[in-house]
């Protein structure tokens, strides 16, 4: 059994999230025999030496540091060794290369994708053009930086509307949980849009609107791929709010499709967990267009959500491994590629 470093919180807008995702890891890891140090990291950046009985589980506490190169942490004047690090941190300085780049100096082997990995799955932008250059398909897109933002809204506006029509989705190229992503059928709708995501950053992606079906899909290191399941709207689209707030979607494991679609869907994933040359998880998510061009890679998370009830372990429950069975897995996994390299 291992002794195992749980990072949780961080500074990105999914905080609580994550908070959340950690209560079912750390009561999971410890079922399945393995000593569990729960380390948050608050809004402002901040390490604690967490207090793990509490639910949810907060980023508050003695503070705490990662010691670089021994790889320990240091908290009220003790020294703690670990293992492994289990980083449930999702968006920027979590899922971006960040925290990975720090366990790397620090000689920590962790949980999930390296940091080459780990940054081009969060950048929408690039991992859509390795895509492409390996073969997937993927919905139309363009995308802008800032300077031409500044330099005229109004032309780049029509510019996007001439190239993918009406209407639009609009995200910041590096961000996840659709944070910033806002859906536009008017002019104004994409200008304010498009205001809108670049307050997360300097570089936006606008995609093509699909009339498609939410087909999702589970990937382990290997790749091992999951059965795929499917995001349910009872109303309106996918966004921050259907995924953590309300009630207004479901997830359903397996997904209704073929042998020939679930079998399509699924090599798919697993090509894509090669393209971006990831370790650890995945999940892969795609647009289904019915009739039409079949199903769009949309993106790559590299550190999906993790409560009992989200898409990823519910997939991998429904192909056969249940929660505590994935958590102890990602654990060995992280052990077994200790020695490689990483980045």
């Known amino acids: 059994m291992a002794r195992v470093l ?17 209560v079912a890891i750390l009561e999971a890891l410890q079922g399945a025999g393995h000593e569990v140090i729960p380390v948050g990291i608050d809004r402002a950046g901040g390490w604690h030496l967490a207090d793990g009985s509490l639910r949810p589980l907060q980023a508050g506490g003695p503070g705490a540091e990662l010691v670089i190169p021994q790889g320990t942490i240091r908290a009220s004047g003790r020294v703690i060794d670990s293992d492994v690090a289990f980083p449930v941190l999702h968006g920027p300085y979590g899922e971006d290369g960040t925290i990975q780049g720090a366990f790397e100096m620090a000689g920590v ?10 940054a081009l799955g969060m950048e929408k932008d690039f991992a859509k053009r390795l895509f492409r250059h390996g073969g997937l398909p993927t919905a139309a897109y363009t995308t802008m930086r800032r300077p031409e933002w500044d330099g005229g809204s109004g032309a780049v506006v029509d510019r996007v509307i001439a190239e993918l029509g009406l209407p639009l989705f609009i995200k910041p190229a590096a961000l996840g949980s659709s944070v910033g992503v806002s859906r536009a059928t008017t002019e104004e709708e994409v200008k304010q849009g498009l205001e809108d995501a670049f307050g997360h950053g300097d570089k936006v992606i606008v995609e093509e609107s699909v009339a498609a079906r939410e087909i999702e899909v589970a990937v382990l290191e290997g790749p091992r791929v999951s059965v795929p399941g499917e995001i349910v709207l009872v109303s309106g689209w996918y966004d921050y709010d259907a995924k953590y707030v309300d009630d207004t979607s479901r997830f359903v494991a397996p997904a209704e499709l073929s042998a020939a679609d679930t079998a399509r869907v699924r090599h798919l994933a697993g090509k894509a967990f090669e393209i971006l ?15 039409g061009r079949g199903f769009l890679l949309n993106e790559v998370n590299t550190m999906p959500g993790f409560t009992p009830i989200s898409g990823f372990p519910k997939m991998w429950e429904a192909s056969g491994m249940s929660y505590p069975e994935l958590c102890d897995e990602l654990v060995r996994l992280a052990l077994a590629g200790a020695g490689r390299l990483r980045a």
């Open 6 to 22: 749980l990072l949780f919180g961080g500074r990105s807008a999914e905080h609580e999230v994550s908070c959340v995702s950690a």
């Open 277 to 291: 040359e990831l370790q650890g998880l995945a999940r892969v998510d795609f647009l289904f267009e019915e009739g």
């Open 109 to 118: 082997p962790y949980v999930g994708a390296g940091v080459r990995a780990s």
